[in-house]
């Protein structure tokens, strides 16, 4: 029973699901990867139909995935929703509005008299593929360099004066952003950028190993393969460098009985060799997404995408768990060191853990009937023939 | 409070929410509806294998997709808006409300998403059981995607299964099924999903009778006017009586809310429920609010009856409310001011304690949160400390009352009119019946009019606060300035309207269509 667990199990059981979350979004984004290239992969309307078709059946996971992924955070870790979103706030409006446009770009594109012209919606999806995986990127990047951020729990009631005149900005509030920006700031930090330009390249070369898996159509085909080694060498850059960034820098430790966080050299390089499972998962996924890419770049194969994405999945999860395991502080505050955020001094109680860890029983189940249903609508490849059949075209 | 709006970053954070919030519930309720319907429909098909059936359910599945699309686009903006506008109350409260939004991710929204592919794609490449089963998952999933969301909202009106923990500065839950099963979260939920059975039966019902207006579409028409008849009369009959129980629970759980949409400003015994009536604008009163004009319609008693379950049952007024009745054991506002500071200093005291790393005060004040007499008589005021003015307690008064009239008006009015078009369809007088096929076409907005206000009757009325005497709204927001929240909100307002816009043009043009080319 669960009740036999400590706490401190229950964070890190959360923190795996939250970073296994991230790895499954970020393999998701393919959608948003394959948005972006609609146009250089599909030169007929009759092609682009099929590629918005293919991605049209799956945007909802992404999207659902995205919004599971910003629960489970509020859920398990409510001070750095309260942190992150409240203080980055521009950075956060910017990522749900290139995601609202998403979600009617499909319904809306194809269907007559929309308003706004199936040019715009396709231009909602590209924006929505490009600026939306990259803001990602970034937003994940600052678990690795930090952000700009005070949380003082005594706030809320630190005001002598009681009166409820209307103060702007709230004097009460918790949590404070020491940076007029509110997050956009993070686009100055050169490895925030890398990391996003990684993300976005990576979602493209996903949503190419998609296409090539999901659509039967020689030119798509063919055009995709060209297209691949354009965005498989950017990613392999972008996301090399970041790696050495990483295992270079130094991070915050946090210190269980002092509870207090210091600086320490090399924390990442560290955390990888004193978790070794993490260092050889890490090393296999990476394997696995440029096997993946390899194989789909030399030979005639529509299964480069089964290869890439569990890399991906387990790269992505391997990341999280390196900024917040092993006492690491995985949101640290560069104005106030002792703000920062750990998974012992941000989490959900101890019982509310245990009702959720109850709930995520059921993830499996889940999983088998995404799993079934999957199957039983894409046993067969998408071409011309069952356009002209469907009847539900985006 | 529409009447002291000032543009400050508790007003915009307010409009904000509720743009975002209105918005959403305008395709949201159409999901919950629809959603059965179809389902309903569907099972015909497949029960009688009729092929008519099938051309009816893709027909509505299509205004069904379109909805639902924007319905998505505005809930997301919802979830991360009380992170990214409402910080404090994310912290405050994220340990029981942010529970029910994980399991509403794991539960709802993929059994949604998941079943809606093959509701839309698996038409030729499942079987048909397996199709039908798809699309009555669908259904369950939107509603439960409403259950969970509403759990966490009737929190808000009722806070139950959580106590205050003084080292976190927070409320934690303590029993999840106290949270789950709090009756205002029952029937919070039972009231919401029928107001969206009313609504989608009305929409079927008006669409359809447009068809019969114009002579098209005859089959489709009458065979979708007797299915979403019969399920409007059930659900109006239920809308209402789950109505009336909410009535009941605020009058016990949130007396101030109910006060204001009766605008009772004396308490009274054997009072008196107002079925029409028109306000004064603030009086002289202590304190200055809208009362009720002597001009009015009442009946005896009902309120009385409505609320307590008892004809001389005493209903306290806003008056009562704020300058307290010792007769009625009503604390007075300044009252609960003053135990609320007390309170507020206890807190302080053990924080200080605990910052000065003093363990055996911080023992003995830790000590008086765990008993029950401070709790019950002290804490539970927490949230008044932050008030000075007690007119501050008073939430708008003509919204709620205007608010509550007009939903009620309206509730009855669905059940007549849901009557009327069942019998003149099983008659099979409706073609003939023009007035009826207009008064239907009319009545399309009506329940977007009622379920709107019902959220605003909801969330107005317990102004000043954002969780009922614990938090008020006005400490709940992050640590922003009044013109980025300016910003988004005419960001979003455009985005909206536009694709609002759109998507009344694209519904309407596939009516115009008809099931023929549904689709295309």
């Known amino acids: 029973m669960i009740t036999a667990i400590s706490i401190d199990l229950l964070q890190h059981y959360w923190w795996f699901l939250i970073s296994l979350l991230g790895g499954i ?77 998403q979600a009617v770009a499909y319904e809306f594109r194809s269907k007559p008299n929309n308003l706004l012209g199936a040019g715009t919606y396709e231009t909602f999806l590209f924006i929505n593929g490009t600026l939306g995986t990259f803001l990602l990127g970034v937003a994940v990047a600052t678990l690795f360099t930090g952000a700009n951020f005070t949380v003082n729990l005594d706030q809320l009631i630190s005001n002598n004066v009681l009166s409820i005149t209307r103060r702007v900005p709230n004097d009460y509030a918790i949590t404070r952003w ?133 890399g991906t999945i387990l790269t992505v999860t391997m990341l999280f768990l390196i900024t917040a395991y092993n006492n690491t502080a995985y949101y640290f505050s560069y104005s106030d060191i002792q703000s920062t955020l750990t998974l012992q001094n941000s989490s959900s109680s101890y019982y509310t853990l245990k009702v959720m860890s109850y709930v995520s029983l059921f993830i499996p189940v889940v999983l088998a009937y995404i799993i079934y249903s999957w199957r039983s609508i894409n046993n067969k490849k998408i071409d011309e023939n069952e356009l002209k059949e469907d009847t539900h075209l985006y | 409070m529409i009447e002291n709006f000032d543009p400050s970053v508790v007003d915009w ?81 994220g340990d029981i409300f942010g529970a029910p939004l994980a399991i509403e991710g794991i539960f709802a929204f993929f059994l949604e998403s998941t079943f809606i592919a093959v509701m839309f794609f698996g038409w030729n490449k499942v079987s048909k059981g397996f199709h039908l089963t798809s699309t009555w998952l669908v259904a369950i999933g939107a509603n439960i995607s409403a259950l969970w969301i509403l759990v966490a909202n009737a929190w808000m009106q009722y806070p139950a299964g959580m ?42 019902i008006g669409i359809s009778c447009w068809y019969l207006l114009k002579k098209r579409e005859l089959s489709l028409a009458k065979k979708s006017i007797l299915l979403a008849s019969i399920f409007g009369i059930i659900s109006s009959l239920y809308l209402a009586f789950t109505g009336d129980t909410s009535a009941r629970l605020m009058a016990h759980k949130q007396p101030m809310k109910f006060a204001a949409m009766e605008g009772l400003y004396n308490g009274q015994d054997n009072a008196p429920l107002i079925v029409f009536g028109f306000l004064v604008p603030k009086e002289d009163t202590v304190p200055p609010v809208s009362r009720t004009l002597p001009l009015r319609f009442e009946i005896p008693k009902l309120l009385s009856i409505m609320s307590f379950h008892d004809p001389n049952a005493y209903v306290p007024g806003i008056k009562d409310l704020i300058s307290g009745n010792k007769k009625q054991h009503i604390l007075s506002a300044s009252e609960k001011i ?92 409706i073609e003939q019946s023009r007035w009826l096929l207009w008064m239907a076409l009319f009545t399309i907005p009506l329940p977007y009019i009622a379920s709107e206000i019902g959220w605003v009757l909801a969330e107005v009325g317990r102004q000043p606060w954002v969780i009922q005497d614990y938090l008020p709204t006005v400490a709940a927001v992050s640590h922003i300035e009044a013109g980025a929240v300016q910003t988004t909100f005419w960001l979003f307002a455009v985005l909206f309207t536009v694709l609002l816009f759109a998507e009344i043009k694209i519904i309407l043009k596939q009516i115009k269509t008809g099931s023929n080319e549904g689709e295309k």
């Open chain 2, 163 to 204: 106590h205050f923990n003084p080292d976190k500065v927070r409320n934690e839950m303590i029993n999840f099924w106290d949270v789950l099963f709090s009756p205002v979260a029952i029937n919070k939920f039972l009231h919401t999903i029928s107001s969206g059975f009313v609504l989608a039966s009305a929409f079927v």
């Open chain 1, 25 to 101: 979004l970020v393999f998701l984004l393919f959608v948003q990867g394959g948005q972006t290239l609609i146009y250089s992969l599909g030169k007929t309307e009759n092609e682009r139909t099929m590629l918005v078709n293919s991605l049209g059946r799956k945007w909802e996971f992404t999207f659902t995935t995205l919004v599971t992924f910003g629960g489970a955070v509020f859920a398990s870790f409510p001070l750095f929703y309260s942190t992150s979103f409240g203080g980055a706030y521009w950075v956060w409006i910017a990522i749900l509005l290139c995601f609202v446009i």
């Open chain 1, 178 to 310: 020491n940076s007029s920006a509110h997050g956009l700031e993070a686009l100055l930090d050169i490895r925030n950028i890398i990391l996003g330009l990684a993300v976005l390249f990576l979602a493209r070369v996903q949503g190419i190993l998609y296409f090539m898996n999901t659509i039967d159509h020689p030119a798509i085909y063919s055009k995709a393969k060209k297209q691949l080694l354009y965005n498989a060498i950017p990613f392999v850059l972008f996301f090399v460098v970041f790696l050495l960034i990483l295992v270079l820098k130094s991070g915050y430790t946090f210190i269980p009985d002092t509870h207090q966080v210091t600086i320490e050299p090399y924390k990442y390089l560290h955390n990888l060799i004193q978790m070794p499972v993490t260092l050889v998962l890490l090393l296999v996924g990476v394997i696995l997404v440029l096997y993946g890419i390899f194989i789909s770049l030399m030979k005639e194969t529509s299964s480069g995408i089964w290869f890439s994405g569990t």
């Open chain 2, 13 to 93: 954070s307010r409009a904000q929410f509720a743009l975002t919030a209105i918005y959403h519930w305008l395709f949201v309720p159409l999901t919950l509806g629809l959603s059965f319907i179809v389902a309903f429909m569907e099972s015909l098909y497949v029960k009688t294998g009729d092929p008519e059936w099938k051309k009816i359910t893709k027909f509505w599945m299509t205004l069904f997709g379109i909805n639902f699309a924007i319905g998505v686009a505005t809930g997301i903006i919802l979830e991360f808006e009380f992170g990214t506008n409402w910080s404090n109350y994310s912290w405050f409260v």
């Open chain 2, 338 to 429: 003053s135990r609320g500071l007390v309170a507020r200093e206890t807190l302080k005291k053990l924080r200080e304690a605990k910052d000065n790393k003093d363990q055996r005060s911080y023992d003995s004040i830790r000590n008086i949160f765990s008993e029950e007499t401070f709790l019950k008589e002290y804490f539970c005021y927490f949230g008044y400390s932050f008030f000075k003015n007690t007119v501050s307690l008073v939430p708008s008064v003509p919204l709620s009352f205007y608010s509550f009239h007009t939903m009620v008006g309206l509730g009855i009015y669905f059940i007549v009119f849901f009557i009327l078009i069942f019998l003149a369809v099983y008659r099979k007088k």
